[in-house]
């Protein structure tokens, strides 16, 4: 792999994905990792990411510096090219003026890192931390007013470093730039793509089965749908499908998963109601993290109690459940905190949400994907748009779209407004735009409302619209006020007790996209 060293960036992920879509495939590894694991993993190209620290100050982060001498070639970038460069000998200080956004950049020499650049480019900064003097054997390929080194290269130890931001999208030659360092100074392939990770997963997935009989949690999403239609090339009728109807899912669910996964790709499938269990489960819990270990080890126990009926459904008879399925993907595993050394933003019920006496072997194909390459590789695998395309829905389902206890009647009112927002808004043909609308019940909040000459006291329910790239980052969605308006009128009027609509107007950060 090409491993993207963190150092606390905000754009780590970007830097990861930038060089996935140079179709070369990339990790994410923390700062801490010591450089000889780092090594192990025979990694093709380093890349060092920006980070809030300055390298001058005591106790920043840095890198055992004989990672530029282990052959491997290397890219800095913002504050990973200060480290380069102050390690290796350079002289990197406080700038006499910080750049923040969109700035000039001056190509010195458009070879190497820069070959081909025009001699002005438009590049995104964000230091007050410059490098003064290259260290030896560097030549400087680029200048800005405030950053006297803004490039440099060593091509001789195949050492790359820039100041600027390459991987976010306002910087226009930044991808060019990636890709000149994977493909020209790296010497890497592009063979990085659907139909090799296809190849790749089910080779592995093979392996680590065997004969076993498999099952695998359908929620519904895209993610578990073509977890499953991978494993199901990998080792067909040893899998069976279960899907499980805990209580907490949207109007129509049930039904429409039975009908369109079956359809489309022929898998066994046995679907359990177990709203009771989970709901008797959920009975009085408010706190999101509890509610989201609750419905992670019921979901577990669930797929337990399941087994002899996959057996029996299976034909296999004496045998037992060995492996379950999940449809787990790297940002679920980065913000559940697995991802070596970042922080437990929010126990994703299939990551952090499992009990620890699990019985089952997890296989988690796309364990290492982001969510855009998992839908190229349902495509690949020729599932129907319907299901590539299905907005994301969180295993937890309407239970951490209601802040407060849940509770059947509140499930009722809040499935009905979700249904409406997304008739409404598919009505207006914006699936596509739209990364996902949570729609969330602010259940104990209550405010004074008039319907029918009467007064209410109701509560409110929220809009969330978001686009993204891969939800590791959002933006709220701009929807025409005109479709707001009308899912604003049919949910006051056709949800009881209901009396207002909000919209939530937050990214992420600092928000995250659903509530709990
Ligand atoms: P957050 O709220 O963390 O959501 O910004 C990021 C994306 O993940 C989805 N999500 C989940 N998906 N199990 C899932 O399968 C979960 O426990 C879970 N929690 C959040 C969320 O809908 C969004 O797409």
């Not at 290397?74 to 200080?93: N, S």
């Not at 190229?376 to 299901?387: C, F, K, S, V, Y």
């Not at 959002?474 to 899912?487: E, F, G, K, N, Q």
Request: glycine share 10%.
């Amino acid at each position: 792999p090409v491993l993207v060293v963190d150092f606390g960036a905000q754009y780590a992920q970007l830097i990861a994905r930038r060089v996935r879509e140079a179709n070369v495939y990339s990790e994410l590894v923390p700062h801490s990792m010591p450089v000889d694991e780092m090594l192990a993993k025979d990694p093709k190209a380093i890349i060092l990411s920006g980070g809030p620290a300055s390298v001058y100050e005591p106790g920043a982060p840095s890198i055992d510096p004989k990672v530029f001498d282990a052959g491997v070639p290397v890219l800095g970038i913002c504050y990973g090219f200060q480290v380069m460069a102050h390690e290796l000998g350079g002289k990197v200080d406080k700038a006499a003026l910080g750049e923040y956004g969109k700035t000039a950049a001056v190509i010195d020499d458009a070879e190497g890192l820069l070959a081909g650049s025009p001699a002005d480019q438009s590049v995104w900064m964000s230091h007050g931390v410059a490098v003064e003097q290259a260290p030896e054997g560097f030549e400087v390929l680029a200048h800005t007013d405030g950053a006297p080194v803004a490039a440099m290269q060593d091509p001789v130890r195949r050492l790359y470093g820039v100041q600027w931001h390459p991987e976010v999208r306002h910087t226009p030659l930044g991808q060019k730039l990636i890709e000149t360092f994977l493909h020209e100074c790296a010497g890497l392939d592009s063979d990085w793509d659907a139909s090799s990770i296809i190849e790749d997963q089910v080779a592995k997935i093979r392996a680590q089965v065997g004969d076993a009989q498999v099952i695998c949690g359908l929620s519904g999403g895209v993610d578990s749908a073509v977890a499953a239609a991978l494993v199901h090339k990998a080792v067909g009728d040893q899998l069976t499908c279960v899907f499980v109807d805990h209580g907490l899912l949207r109007k129509g669910e049930v039904e429409q998963v039975k009908h369109d996964f079956v359809a489309a790709t022929g898998i066994r499938l046995i679907a359990v109601d177990a709203a009771d269990d989970f709901l008797d489960a959920l009975k009085g819990v408010t706190e999101p993290e509890r509610k989201r270990k609750i419905i992670g080890e019921k979901f577990i126990r669930t797929f337990e109690k399941a087994q002899r009926q996959v057996i029996a459904e299976a034909g296999a008879e004496g045998k037992e459940v060995k492996f379950l399925v999940q449809g787990t993907l790297y940002p679920d595993v980065v913000e559940s905190g697995g991802g070596d050394g970042a922080a437990n933003i929010k126990s994703h019920h299939n990551v952090g949400g499992l009990p620890e006496d699990l019985k089952f072997e997890l296989v988690e194909p796309l364990r290492t994907l982001f969510k855009d390459e998992v839908r190229a590789i349902g495509t690949e695998l020729g599932l129907p748009d319907e299901i590539v395309w299905r907005q994301p829905f969180p295993g937890p389902g309407l239970g951490i779209r209601i802040i407060g206890e849940i509770t059947r009647e509140r499930l009722d009112v809040l499935r009905e407004a979700d249904a409406i927002a997304r008739e409404e808004l598919s009505k207006a043909g914006l699936d596509r735009d739209i990364w996902q609308c949570p729609v969330v019940l602010l259940a104990d909040v209550h405010s004074v409302g008039v319907q029918g000459d009467e007064r209410t006291y109701g509560s409110p329910i929220v809009l969330r619209p978001v686009s993204s790239e891969d939800a590791m980052t959002a933006d709220w969605s701009r929807v025409p006020y005109d479709v707001l308006a009308t899912i604003s009128t049919r949910i006051t009027n056709e949800c009881r007790q209901i009396n207002r609509v909000v919209l939530d107007v937050t990214s992420k950060p600092p928000a995250t996209i659903e509530w709990e």
